[in-house]
């Protein structure tokens, strides 16, 4: 099994930044990737960003140029830099680890963007 706590969700303006972060324990070596999805009040829960073991990106066209997706393996965290926000970026941003076997949530940070 593995456990994901996220981190670093917050209130921020229109145009600033934010960086969350996810950090995983358990059974790490069952991963092949990791993701961030958001889900704003009414709506679906949606990809954001992911990034496989070997390092490929994958990103929501509504974040290309403003979003990064990165990971530390020593620390077994992966953060999601967030540049550029938008009122419509308001969301429960949540942590993702998939696997052959494995589909695991983090609880969500909330980030709110004020215009």
């Known amino acids: 099994q593995v456990q994901l706590v996220e981190s670093g969700g917050g209130l921020v303006q229109a145009g600033g930044s934010l960086r969350l972060s996810c950090a995983a324990s358990?059974?790490?070596?069952?991963?092949?990737?990791m993701g961030w999805y958001r889900q704003a009040p009414g709506k679906q829960r949606d990809l954001v960003a992911d990034i496989t073991s070997g390092g490929s990106t994958n990103y929501a066209d509504s974040v290309k140029g403003r979003f990064t997706i990165s990971r530390d393996s020593a620390k077994n965290t992966v953060y999601l830099q967030m540049n550029s926000l938008k009122p419509e970026d308001t969301a429960v941003y949540y942590c993702?680890?998939?696997?052959?076997?494995?589909?695991?949530w983090g609880r969500g940070t909330q980030v709110t963007v004020s215009s």
């Open positions: 358990g059974s790490i070596f069952r991963i092949n990737v």
């Open positions: 993702n680890a998939a696997g052959a076997v494995d589909n695991e």
